[in-house]
């Protein structure tokens, strides 16, 4: 199935007010830390798939291979007079909001069947009364009969909304890196690798649920500037965030795959090494570079974006499907002094061991914060001591004697923590040697830490590292 058959343009045009800035202005940007090692030819051929697959904030397109809810409606054509086509919609098309006049300019209708199967014809309009489409001039001439599928009201509202409240910390892109992001500690979200910190999925390649998400948005996250949307935004609103939300992430993932996939092959600095080696001139070498390209372009591409395409499809899928939260296997063991007591045994003790970031008094200040981490990503050292998350941003473990808890202060938040860590941070899940109902004491003990009484003021033997001012993104 081709590309076009497979996608629909949703357009996006808005008011300025519902943009969150001039418009002509917005576009997508290059993730920069991943394309610097790849070719710039490269790069290119990764820019043009994104636009093919995605489009741009204004003309998206509504990528249908992908697990996104864009608001697809399926149906007939029963009638067609001029430019008016008049149809019926599958009774599994139930929901149409947003499918006016309105926000309707610039979608496309692509035909399933008949002559002109897997072709689009734009749309300037829709009247959910009638139910007919109102065509833009087209070389297109379907026929009464003719099967369809058209959308993308979900992803277009989720664009008008998200433009509205989240773009200017999140990003156009996605990135974290909006026009406030620069003053925020910590620093807005970048969805950009597809990982949610806070979520109740197992596993380091657990995506968010979109109930996750909905939690995220309406609630807020505590001890940071994203805020709760709740009552502020509807259900439907909240879909709509959540939806567009998860179609960045997607962009994203596409686009770091791509890059990683050309990164080794078609390295940026290629031409002048392999000059170098050969004696050879960079001018030659990099003419056979876009010859590979190109031949790659024609045969090898297509299957590469369907094959990062249905991995990312398998995952997100996955983690909407029962089983995949996590569930405790033994109700909460009930709160009490002697529960508390063995979470405590278990926090100190080297099986657990969360003293060693959490430190002695629980303020976030244990003896790993001194150390020197190595970037997983480039190998590298860290320039300064302390641990970082997998945005390379500094991160502090939380000060658990205040009593807020990012992810949730339910014990079932504190526990999903626990068992399996928080994706993107050092944070990690408990080992497996430790049982369910040990998890509900760690539970009840890390719950009881902010009504202890203080720790005493003499020094430990050891040092610690960190002080409660010190700066840095605590997990």
């Given at each position: 199935?081709?590309?076009?058959?497979?996608?629909?343009?949703?357009?996006?045009?808005?008011?300025?007010?519902?943009?969150?800035?001039?418009?002509?202005?917005?576009?997508?940007?290059?993730?920069?830390?991943?394309?610097?090692?790849?070719?710039?030819?490269?790069?290119?051929?990764?820019?043009?798939?994104?636009?093919?697959?995605?489009?741009?904030?204004?003309?998206?397109?509504?990528?249908?291979?992908?697990?996104?809810?864009?608001?697809?409606?399926?149906?007939?054509?029963?009638?067609?007079?001029?430019?008016?086509?008049?149809?019926?919609?599958?009774?599994?098309?139930?929901?149409?909001?947003?499918?006016?006049?309105?926000?309707?300019?610039?979608?496309?209708?692509?035909?399933?069947?008949?002559?002109?199967?897997?072709?689009?014809?734009?749309?300037?309009?829709?009247?959910?009364?009638?139910?007919?489409?109102?065509?833009?001039?087209?070389?297109?001439?379907?026929?009464?009969?003719?099967?369809?599928?058209?959308?993308?009201?979900?992803?277009?509202?989720?664009?008008?909304?998200?433009?509205?409240?989240?773009?200017?910390?999140?990003?156009?892109?996605?990135?974290?890196?909006?026009?406030?992001?620069?003053?925020?500690?910590?620093?807005?979200?970048?969805?950009?690798?597809?990982?949610?910190?806070?979520?109740?999925?197992?596993?380091?390649?657990?995506?968010?649920?979109?109930?996750?998400?909905?939690?995220?948005?309406?609630?807020?996250?505590?001890?940071?500037?994203?805020?709760?949307?709740?009552?502020?935004?509807?259900?439907?609103?909240?879909?709509?965030?959540?939806?567009?939300?998860?179609?960045?992430?997607?962009?994203?993932?596409?686009?770091?795959?791509?890059?990683?996939?050309?990164?080794?092959?078609?390295?940026?600095?290629?031409?002048?090494?392999?000059?170098?080696?050969?004696?050879?001139?960079?001018s030659e070498i990099e003419k056979q570079i876009d010859t590979q390209l190109k031949e790659f372009v024609k045969s090898g591409l297509s299957a590469l974006v369907d094959e990062v395409a249905g991995d990312l499809t398998d995952k997100w899928t996955a983690a909407e499907e029962e089983?995949?939260?996590?569930?405790?296997?033994?109700?909460?063991?009930?709160?009490?002094?002697?529960?508390?007591?063995?979470?405590?045994?278990?926090?100190?003790?080297?099986?657990?061991?969360?003293?060693?970031?959490?430190?002695?008094?629980?303020?976030?200040?244990?003896?790993?914060?001194?150390?020197?981490?190595?970037?997983?990503?480039?190998?590298?050292?860290?320039?300064?001591?302390?641990?970082?998350?997998?945005?390379?941003?500094?991160?502090?473990?939380?000060?658990?004697?205040?009593?807020?808890?990012?992810?949730?202060?339910?014990?079932?938040?504190?526990?999903?923590?626990?068992?399996?860590?928080?994706?993107?941070?050092?944070?990690?899940?408990?080992?497996?040697?430790?049982?369910?109902?040990?998890?509900?004491?760690?539970?009840?003990?890390?719950?009881?830490?902010?009504?202890?009484?203080?720790?005493?003021?003499?020094?430990?033997?050891?040092?610690?590292?960190?002080?409660?001012?010190?700066?840095?993104?605590?997990?």
């Amino acid at each position: 199935m081709s590309v076009r058959w497979q996608s629909l343009i949703v357009g996006l045009a808005c008011a300025l007010a519902g943009c969150g800035g001039d418009a002509s202005q917005m576009r997508f940007v290059e993730n920069s830390t991943l394309a610097k090692p790849v070719h710039r030819k490269a790069r290119a051929v990764v820019k043009t798939t994104l636009e093919e697959h995605f489009g741009t904030p204004l003309s998206s397109v509504a990528w249908l291979k992908l697990p996104v809810k864009y608001g697809r409606a399926e149906g007939k054509i029963t009638a067609i007079e001029e430019q008016t086509l008049t149809v019926e919609f599958n009774a599994e098309t139930a929901d149409l909001t947003g499918f006016d006049a309105a926000e309707f300019a610039g979608t496309e209708l692509l035909l399933i069947s008949g002559a002109n199967q897997g072709k689009s014809i734009s749309l300037t309009s829709f009247n959910g009364t009638t139910k007919t489409f109102e065509m833009s001039s087209s070389e297109i001439t379907p026929v009464v009969g003719d099967l369809f599928v058209t959308g993308g009201n979900v992803l277009r509202h989720g664009r008008k909304l998200y433009a509205r409240h989240c773009q200017h910390c999140h990003g156009v892109s996605g990135d974290g890196d909006g026009p406030t992001a620069k003053y925020l500690n910590p620093r807005p979200r970048d969805y950009r690798q597809g990982k949610f910190k806070f979520t109740s999925t197992a596993g380091p390649a657990g995506k968010a649920t979109r109930d996750d998400l909905r939690r995220i948005v309406a609630q807020g996250i505590p001890g940071t500037y994203m805020p709760a949307f709740v009552p502020m935004l509807k259900d439907g609103e909240l879909a709509a965030i959540i939806e567009y939300v998860r179609w960045l992430a997607m962009r994203g993932e596409v686009e770091w795959q791509l890059l990683g996939q050309f990164k080794d092959e078609y390295a940026s600095d290629r031409a002048k090494k392999e000059a170098k080696e050969s004696g050879g001139k960079e001018s030659e070498i990099e003419k056979q570079i876009d010859t590979q390209l190109k031949e790659f372009v024609k045969s090898g591409l297509s299957a590469l974006v369907d094959e990062v395409a249905g991995d990312l499809t398998d995952k997100w899928t996955a983690a909407e499907e029962e089983g995949a939260a996590i569930i405790p296997e033994v109700a909460r063991v009930a709160d009490s002094p002697e529960s508390r007591k063995r979470g405590k045994d278990l926090f100190y003790g080297k099986v657990a061991n969360c003293v060693n970031c959490h430190g002695l008094a629980a303020k976030g200040n244990g003896a790993q914060t001194e150390d020197v981490a190595k970037n997983l990503r480039t190998g590298e050292l860290y320039p300064t001591p302390g641990l970082f998350d997998d945005w390379d941003q500094p991160v502090k473990p939380r000060d658990l004697t205040r009593g807020i808890y990012r992810g949730g202060r339910r014990p079932i938040d504190i526990y999903r923590r626990i068992t399996q860590g928080i994706k993107g941070t050092p944070m990690p899940g408990a080992p497996k040697t430790i049982k369910s109902d040990e998890i509900w004491d760690l539970v009840n003990y890390v719950l009881s830490i902010p009504f202890e009484s203080p720790a005493p003021k003499a020094a430990p033997a050891h040092s610690i590292a960190g002080q409660s001012g010190e700066k840095g993104h605590a997990n």
